[in-house]
């Protein structure tokens, strides 16, 4: 007798999971926050749900992919699985940005250029998935972080343990968190352009395939 094997988890499977978690965390969690930092609070909470879960499927998809570890390599079914996941998310959260934040420009095209090299990457091209996978761990892995202290932010007036979060801002001078900024964006950047010129030796290679 063969074991049943699970569904694996589709775009929209995942878009009701985030869905609920947003809804839950507006109208329960956060529903005595206020309407100024309400909705950012939501956003937080979907994009802790999202962060370090992203990070360790995008880690676990590369550790399993070594058959598929260059850029010209087919997606494999766990890659899918985990752009997926994340198209999920980015889609929900640039709901919540034209809903709440519609002037937030910055976020509104970040999510849309990663929405664009994410569906392009699996439902169009069907490959490269392994780099895109790369640079979503490297972003994601801090993101937990980022969203504890957003979170801290909110509250910081109103709880004596969320202001802690906020110490090191007099003590930490500006030369050092600008510093700091400097080196994780040109880290970006490159990422961006190692990403980029993959692209443009698998349409080089293509082409001449093409001319053969």
């Known amino acids: 007798m063969e074991t049943p094997t699970l569904p694996t988890p589709t775009l929209p499977t995942f878009f009701s999971i985030f869905l609920l978690i947003y809804l839950s965390a507006y109208f329960l969690l956060f529903r005595n926050w206020g309407p100024k930092h309400r909705p950012g609070a939501s956003s937080c909470l979907i994009s802790l749900s999202h962060g370090s879960a992203a990070a360790a499927m995008a880690a676990h998809a590369i550790l399993r ?9 087919p997606n494999t079914a766990t890659q899918n699985t985990v752009l997926e996941f994340s198209i999920a998310y980015f889609s929900l959260d640039l709901l ?31 490959h490269g998935a392994h780099a895109i996978l790369v640079l979503l761990f490297l972003a994601e892995i801090t993101s937990g972080c980022q969203n504890a202290w957003t979170l801290a932010g909110f509250r910081r007036s109103g709880s004596p343990a969320a202001a802690k979060f906020g110490a090191a801002d007099p003590v930490i001078p500006i ?28 349409y080089k290679n293509k082409v001449q395939k093409k001319k053969r």
Do not use: E, G, Q
């Open 175 to 202: 030369w050092a968190w600008v510093s700091w900024m400097v080196v994780i964006s040109t880290a970006i950047c490159l990422s961006i352009l190692w990403v980029l010129n993959l692209w443009i030796d698998w």
């Open 96 to 126: 919540h940005y034209l809903i709440f934040f519609p002037n937030d420009v910055l976020f509104i095209l970040h999510h849309l250029a990663t929405l664009y090299v994410f569906t392009t990457c699996r439902y169009a091209v069907r």
């Open 65 to 73: 992919s070594h058959k598929a570890t260059t850029f010209a390599s």
